[in-house]
T-cell receptor
Framework: EAQVTQNPRYLITVTGKKLTVTCSQNMNHEYMSWYRQDPGLGLRQIYYSMNVEVTDKGDVPEGYKVSRKEKRNFPLILESPSPNQTSLYFC??????????????????FGPGTRLTVL | AQSVTQPDIHITVSEGASLELRCNYSYGATPYLFWYVQSPGQGLQLLLKYFSGDTLVQGIKGFEAEFKRSQSSFNLRKPSVHWSDAAEYFCAVGAWRGGSQGNLIFGKGTKLSVKP
């Protein structure tokens, strides 16, 4: 089944304790992205990656790091989490190259979300 | 810069009534447009998308949306709402033609409540 997976789904941590949220997709997509969702603010992009070893900042990158060493994985790293990073995080991927009927080109596939609480 | 506005934060409709959720976008060229739905505690599911061609697009769960270039709008409609449609709905614009990075810009969402 084509999907984007995230782990963990729920995480409670304390200020300053480094954490990593993993994201993996099995669709061979070039593009991957991280978003955070906060009430009344919708989804805001944190970082994105156009391909392996190619990453760039989104709209709210402060306090986050990412890496893209393999095409399928795009972990989100919080080196020193703070309470203002308490949020719901989504990973997404999409395909650049699909041109056929019923194409998924342009469609972003989202993971199930990770709810992070930083105390 | 592109942006998406969903003017209604919260809408309540009666089950069986029709629904229209508004979405206005700002973008210099013809955008890619999407509607996603998020049920409570769930991730985002694509309802429908517009890339080009017929301006009335059909999606899943009986939803449709109409692209109106003159109004910069992409409103979502459903003729008869079911209780299971209660969720939050997000409009998004993608602007990856002409070499842009391929990012989606989301509206802030419209929460739909359905009265029995």
């Amino acid at each position: 089944e084509a999907q984007v997976t995230q782990n963990p789904r729920y995480l409670i941590t304390v200020t300053g304790k480094k954490l990593t949220v993993t994201c993996s997709q099995n669709m061979n997509h070039e593009y991957m992205s991280w978003y955070r969702q906060d009430p009344g603010l919708g989804l805001r992009q944190i970082y994105y990656s156009m391909n392996v070893e190619v990453t760039d900042k989104g709209d709210v990158p402060e306090g986050y790091k990412v890496s893209r060493k393999e095409k399928r994985n795009f972990p989100l790293i919080l080196e020193s989490p703070s309470p203002n990073q308490t949020s719901l995080y989504f990973c997404a991927s999409r395909n650049f190259r699909d041109r056929g009927p019923g194409t998924t080109k342009g469609e972003q596939f989202f993971g199930p979300g990770t709810r992070l609480t930083v105390l | 810069a592109q942006s998406v506005t969903q003017p209604d934060i919260h809408i309540t409709v009666s089950e069986g009534a029709s629904l229209e959720l508004r979405c206005n976008y700002s973008y210099g060229a013809t955008p890619y447009l999407f509607w996603y739905v998020q049920s409570p505690g769930q991730g985002l599911q694509l309802l429908l998308k517009y890339f080009s061609g017929d301006t009335l697009v059909q999606g899943i769960k009986g939803f449709e949306a109409e692209f109106k270039r003159s109004q910069s709008s992409f409103n979502l409609r459903k003729p008869s709402v079911h209780w299971s449609d209660a969720a939050e709905y997000f409009c998004a614009v993608g602007a990856w033609r002409g070499g842009s990075q391929g990012n989606l810009i989301f509206g802030k969402g419209t929460k739909l409540s359905v009265k029995p």
